[in-house]
């Protein structure tokens, strides 16, 4: 081999060992950087696992609470219904009331009626119940109230609406519970639902 061949065969040789060594540190530095990149993936895959359940249950939490707000209004539409159920059979059961009862109450709710300040001094005019326990001349005996007027309407079903020329007190009782509702509502609640 001649010199040439020994330089070249040389250079060849540290080409080769350096090469070598390049290649050893590019695949350490490769290895290092997939270990990198794999931790990253796996921390990465490990937050996103983590924010998905944390988003499932808030998801959850939510569907629970939108449910659970659904069946209290839900439970809250039955009772007002059963509350109006009661409080409108409560109304209707005047005109199924024992006749002494029936007048004994609405003489008293006449008589108040006619002491109001509304109408002191003036015609009175009762217009009671066609089909009413009482008849309009036993609650005004009853009652002592001196009216002008009695006549009858189908429209109602028990107690009267009292009028003058300018003033009607309604002393029906749909329209003496409604009044009284927002008192009442208490004790029907506490009966109905403990």
Do not use: H, W
């Amino acid at each position: 081999m001649s010199g040439i061949d020994e330089i070249i065969a040389r250079i060849d040789a540290e080409a080769l060992a350096s090469e070598n060594v390049l290649r050893a540190e590019y695949d350490d530095k490769i290895k290092e950087t997939e270990e990198a990149c794999d931790a990253a993936c796996a921390e990465l895959d490990k937050r996103a696992k983590e924010k998905a359940a944390a988003e499932k249950s808030a998801m959850r939490l939510r569907a629970e609470n939108r449910a659970g707000t659904a069946c209290r209004d839900e439970l809250l539409s039955q009772k007002r219904a059963l509350i109006d159920s009661v409080l409108c059979r409560a109304a209707k059961s005047f005109s199924s009331m024992d006749k002494k009862k029936y007048t004994q109450i609405m003489a008293g709710l006449l008589s108040d009626a006619a002491s109001d300040e509304a109408v002191k001094g003036e015609k009175l005019y009762l217009t009671v119940a066609k089909n009413a326990p009482a008849s309009g001349e036993e609650l005004v005996e009853s009652s002592g109230v001196e009216v002008s007027e009695i006549t009858e309407a189908d429209g109602i079903d028990a107690g009267f609406i009292l009028k003058t020329g300018r003033v009607e007190i309604n002393c029906t009782p749909e329209k003496l519970i409604a009044q009284k509702r927002e008192a009442l509502l208490p004790a029907v609640t506490a009966a109905l639902f403990g």
